[in-house]
Every structure is written in C-alpha cells, then in structure tokens.
C-alpha cells in the first residue's frame, strides 16, 4: 500500500523519493535522458503516484530532471546549448566575485577569507589519496567539495546577491561535473584547484574565466565526439 500522504507524513515522503532518486542522477545511476516513470517508480518506493509526481518535481525544479508534454520525465541531460549557458552564467558570477575579492584585498587574500575554499580542498587532496578512484560514492563526494570550494570562493566577495544566485546553480552544477567526470582523475582535480587558489590572488577574475573555460572545453569535446 503506498504511505500515507497527509501532513507531515506526504511531505516526508516525497522528500524520500526525491533525494534518492537525486543521489541516483548525480551518481550517474541514472544516465542522461533516462525516463522516469511514475507508476514503476511508486511501485518500487511504495509510495503513491501523487508523491512521486511531487519528487519529479522537485528534481525537475532543481535541473535535474526535465518534464516535456507527451513525453513524460527524464533525467536533464548537457547538450552544447546547456553547457555554455551554464558556464557563461557562472563565469558571469564567479568572475565579478574574485574581481571584487581582488579589489578589496590585493593579490595576497587573509587566511580568514581563503580558509573555506583551503578546506574543501584540503577534503579534495584526501580523497585523491585515497585511491577510490573508481567509486561512484567518493567521486560525488569529490564534486561536493569541489562545488564547496567554487561557492567559498564567491562567497570571500561578500556580495550577497551574487552569492544567492550563485547558490541557486548547487545541483545543476553537481550534474555538469558528473559529465566533465571521465577527464579528470581525482588528483587532477585537486592539483588544478590548488593551483586556482593561487591564480586568482595574482591574476584575478582572468584566473577563473580561464579555469572555467577549461572545463566547458572538455565537455564540449566530449559531446562533439559522441556526435
């Protein structure tokens, strides 16, 4: 029988479906464009139509799925278009977030203003020495702090309207690096946001547009060869 949806009850169930479906998506479980069926998605959470037509949209609200008439839910997926409508919108934030950084502070930033982003990178260094390189689990872990440490570093500007909006991209960004995952080994991805952490004290918001433009590349490669 599927739970109960009144109250607190409904809403805590379709929290439920919602996360596990969304930990399937940015794991990659779940591939780009596979469809998401209702019934058979009720029928293995035991849960009601009515609730997992809520956690679709929620993902859906999020990024991460795509509702489309006719066609139902499927997972979203980063075609050519997405992708540099995403970067360039990050670009957009994270660039004018170092170069008001840089204004403030000069090319040597306090160590108050940089410990957020040295911590989720010191979080990164660990995983890439763990050796897990073929687990799914570590490497959503990996994209988390990687997130963690693009986030610190917009939030050092202090700009509160750039760090909100840049907060509204957490899990569209999550499934941009799932797709950008195949080129980076996990030390690769630590040493390139080591050597970020210094470039953007020295050369500013050019520092990040060139970081980020690096790894749309990657992905628009990807994409041109699976074409």
């Known amino acids: ?130 050796g897990d390189e073929a687990d799914p689990e570590a490497w959503l872990e990996a994209e988390r702090r990687h997130a963690e440490l693009h986030r610190a570093l917009v939030g050092a500007s202090g700009s509160a309207r750039i760090v909100e909006a840049h907060a509204a991209l957490g899990e569209e960004l999550l499934l941009f690096l799932l797709h950008v995952r195949p080129h980076y080994p996990l030390g690769e991805l630590a040493r390139e946001h080591r050597e970020l952490l210094d470039d953007v004290q020295s050369r500013g918001p050019d520092a990040m547009r060139e970081h980020l433009e690096h790894s749309t590349a990657l992905l628009l490669g990807d994409l041109a060869d699976r074409e």
């Open 1 to 130: 029988m599927p739970e109960s949806e009144s109250g607190d009850l409904g809403a805590t169930a379709v929290t439920r479906v919602a996360e596990a479906l969304r930990a399937e998506i940015l794991s990659g479980v779940l591939g780009a464009g596979t469809p998401l069926r209702e019934e058979a998605t009720a029928a293995r959470f035991g849960a009601s139509r009515h609730t997992v037509r809520a956690a679709f949209q929620r993902l859906a609200a999020d990024r991460l799925a795509v509702a489309e008439p006719y066609r139902g839910v499927r997972v979203a997926r980063f075609g050519r278009d997405e992708a540099v409508a995403l970067q360039q919108y990050r670009a957009a934030l994270e660039c004018e977030a170092v170069r008001i950084t840089a204004e403030r502070y000069g090319g040597a930033w306090p160590a108050e203003v940089l410990a957020p982003a040295r911590a989720a990178l010191a979080e990164l260094e660990r995983l890439a020495r763990s």
